[in-house]
């Protein structure tokens, strides 16, 4: 089976813009997890999204929001971008949620000027 | 709320010694303890894993305990080698699928020649 992939692997933004990611899970996969990753703070969880639905959300400001659609592709999109929203955004997948190994894909690395 | 804290942040080790990464865990009703290993520039990767049922699981050189009294869990790597040099994350999550998962914040370790 193919990977998790995400889209696009790199972006610059300048503050007060939006960005939109893109992810792909492995197919059959119904749970899509989304972290930050920046130096020094590890894997700060955004949300997971399950069948559509966002069933955990992590401690971010409204501005980080997230979809998934019927073929569990799912989008997370940051509105009015600060400088301190550069790092690398990952996605993660697996077929049914946390008690299973996460498949993580290659990231898309944001920078914010 | 959930937290897990990892130590140490950074760890240098001899080659062919045995390195030691601990978190502990919040959430009493954690049950599930992966840990991923994620090289320079690489996505992180799923290593070993235990659940609450097990005091300890290992895996050729790579070893994890768990105290759920204390609430600890461990990474064991003995005989350490060049390949072992990557970051790594210790995580936890609850019960079911639909529960968050919760990560360190990550050790650097380093195996010096």
């Known amino acids: 089976k193919a990977g998790v992939t995400q889209t696009p692997r790199y972006l610059i933004k300048t503050r007060g813009q939006q960005v939109t990611l893109s992810c792909s899970p492995i197919?059959?996969?119904?749970?899509v997890s989304w972290y930050q990753q920046t130096p020094g703070q590890g894997l700060q969880f955004l949300f997971e999204y399950f069948s559509e639905t966002q069933r955990n959300k992590g401690n971010f400001p409204g501005r980080f929001s997230g979809r998934q659609f019927s073929n569990s592709r799912s989008e997370m999109n940051v509105s009015t971008l600060e400088l301190g929203d550069s790092a690398l955004y990952l996605c993660a997948s697996n077929p049914s949620g946390s008690q299973e190994t996460q498949y993580f894909g290659p990231g898309t690395r944001l920078l914010v000027l | 709320g959930e937290n897990v804290e990892q130590h140490p942040s950074t760890l240098s080790v001899q080659e062919g010694d045995s390195a030691v990464i601990k978190c502990t865990y919040s959430?009493?009703?954690?049950?599930?303890f992966p840990w991923y290993k994620q090289e320079l520039g690489k996505r992180p990767q799923l290593i070993i894993d235990i659940r609450s049922n097990v005091g300890e699981k290992k895996d050729q050189r790579i070893a994890v305990t768990l105290n759920k009294t204390a609430k600890h869990f461990s990474l064991h790597i003995t005989e350490t080698q060049p390949e072992d040099s990557a970051v790594y994350f210790c995580a936890a999550s609850g019960y079911s699928s639909a529960s968050k998962i919760i990560f360190g914040s990550g050790t650097r370790l380093s195996i010096r020649p």
């Open positions: 959430d009493s009703a954690s049950n599930y």
């Open positions: 197919s059959g996969h119904r749970s």
